[in-house]
């Protein structure tokens, strides 16, 4: 093959897939979409978002990388699982887009200021101090992530269902105040050192 022909080739080979195949988790079922949309209509947020699964999965496809990791279409997945479940090929969909959800956080490229990027940095700060979430801390957090003012909103607009908690004996204050810790603390941080670590590797972060 010429030096010419080389080139021509280069420019559209697909170098998008195959990162997303190595770096994102189960990325490797991607290419096994097709394209039927029994995902974004089984989806409760189907119709709210810009880009479906499938819809992703075709620009990844097309190598269309810079439109993909700022899409914030991956960071309005609940979680219900109803696409994995009705998927007629079963691909791990909801694990892929929380994968590209957090591929695109590491490399930066995720939108500013998306709320449920912004739950997640403040659930896992909130985490990873004692290994379990402090629910006071965390949703004093979450109120006030937009200003003291905002916060005090927040905390008066929620005071009903808080109360409401308490009295269905659904809610300890005393017992939130000082949060619950795991015995082993110095043994979780290790674990999450090391799964860090490999997720490092996995996604070329290492030096």
């Not at 819809?55 to 810079?66: D, P, S, Y």
């Not at 993909?68 to 887009?97: E, F, G, N, Q």
């Amino acid at each position: 093959m010429s030096e010419l022909n080389q080139k021509a080739v280069a420019k559209y080979e697909n170098n998008f897939l195959r990162e997303v195949e190595e770096r994102v988790e189960d990325g490797e079922w991607v290419k096994m979409c097709m394209q039927c949309g029994v995902c974004a209509g089984s989806c409760p947020l189907g119709n709210a978002w810009e880009h479906s699964p499938q819809k992703l999965f075709r620009m990844i496809m097309a190598g269309k990388r810079e439109e993909v990791l700022t899409s914030d279409a991956m960071w309005m997945c609940t979680s219900c699982y109803s696409c994995i479940v009705r998927c007629p090929r079963k691909l791990p969909i909801t694990h892929i887009m929380h994968g590209l959800a957090h591929y695109s956080h590491r490399l930066e490229l995720a939108p500013k200021g998306q709320p449920t990027r912004e739950l997640a940095r403040i659930f896992w700060q909130n985490l990873v101090k004692t290994g379990r979430v402090n629910e006071l801390k965390f949703s004093l957090a979450v109120y006030f992530k937009d200003g003291f003012v905002q916060g005090i909103k927040n905390l008066l607009s929620m005071q009903g269902i808080a109360l409401g908690l308490v009295k269905a004996r659904r809610l300890n204050p005393m017992e939130i105040i000082g949060g619950h810790k795991c015995r082993d603390i110095g043994g979780i941080q290790k674990m999450l050192a090391k799964a860090r670590e490999i997720e490092d590797r996995r996604q070329g972060f290492t030096s």
